[in-house]
């Protein structure tokens, strides 16, 4: 059945279609980053600000470097990918240049989630991937509390409850990091791994915050 889902997942996204799907962190909703209309198709479906911008989504560590300009160690990489945080880089050439393309940067997120990473995997090129809710609205950890969303989906993955519901710690989503200044990282935001991000950032790789 998994890899039955994770097909219909990957069809309807490579169709164009937008879908919601469970992560580590939120309730998240999916399309191809380098498919222009599907971009904007989340942009209005959320009523987002046209200059706020999209993280991608890979399924392997390694995608990373086809994506992104990479200037930290791979070990970097590997000790907070996949996981709760994303890494904001220089993009590459082969990224959707209508994709955020007000800024050099790119997030990149992989979600220590098995079912989306699959998912990834089977549509061979970056996910664009933002929370399921109402921009401004809070996170969601359940389907039903995006329920307005769904008339515009063209699936909806449930993997029931993520986390504590109760719990405003668990709608941070993501910690937001900016690595793309050398040897200096940037907390954009705090999310829910700060602590343990900033512990690997600072005492392993010894690098120092930078200006927000």
Known sequence: ???????????????????????????GVACLAQDTGAVQSIYRLKGRDGGKPLAICLGEVDHIHRYCQVNVPDELLRDLLPGPVTLVLK???????????????????????????DVARACSGPLALTSANFSSQASTLTVLEFQ????????????????????????LGSTVVDLSVPGKFTII???????????????????IPGSS
Not at 148 to 171: A, F, K, N, T, Y
Not at 195 to 200: N, W
């Open 1 to 27: 059945g998994w890899r039955e889902v994770v097909a219909t997942t990957a069809r309807a996204l490579l169709a164009g279609g937008l879908v919601a799907v469970p992560t580590d962190t939120v309730y």
């Open 91 to 117: 993009r590459s050439e082969e990224l959707n240049k209508d994709l955020n393309p007000f800024t050099s940067l790119v997030g990149v997120r992989i979600p220590d989630h098995s079912f989306v990473r």
């Open 148 to 171: 307005d969303l769904w008339p515009h989906l063209s699936l909806i993955i449930d993997g029931g409850p993520i986390g504590d519901v109760q719990s405003p710690e668990c709608r």
């Open 189 to 207: 935001r705090p999310g829910c791994a700060l602590t343990s991000t900033v512990e690997i950032l600072r005492q392993k790789y010894g690098l």
